[in-house]
Nanobody, 121 residues
């Protein structure tokens, strides 16, 4: 009943930019927060950025000043603007949403399918 679809990944040279999008759809009552995580080959999944329904943001130290997370509450969509990309940013990026479904009191975490970001040197 709830689906997160993330998109916008691709291949870009170092110093370039990409914008990721993630739209949550289905029987959603409310979304507390949305965020982006990434997993590089041979590494654990790590938090990149999060944003609450009120607009509070949090970033990993490695992306501060380069990435910007934003949200369109009316569309249940979160974005990640990635500038000054580095080869170290290469990873699969996953969208996440902490939300309540209609008729369900529980807060549940949902994940997108992931989108590949590759940064060449």
């Amino acid at each position: 009943q709830v689906q997160l679809v993330d998109s916008g990944g691709g291949l870009v040279q170092a110093g370039g930019s990409l914008r990721l999008s993630c739209a949550a759809s289905g029987s959603i009552f409310s979304i507390n927060a949305m965020g982006w995580y990434r997993q590089a080959p041979g590494k654990q999944r790590e938090l990149v950025a999060t944003i609450t329904s009120g607009g509070s943001t949090n970033y990993a130290d490695s992306v501060k000043g380069r990435f910007t997370i934003s949200r369109d509450n009316a569309k249940n969509t979160v974005y990640l603007q990635m500038n000054s990309l580095k080869p170290e940013d290469t990873a699969v990026y996953y969208c996440n949403a902490d939300l309540r479904r209609i008729g369900d009191w529980r807060h549940i975490s949902y994940w997108g399918q992931g989108t590949q970001v590759t940064v060449s040197s």
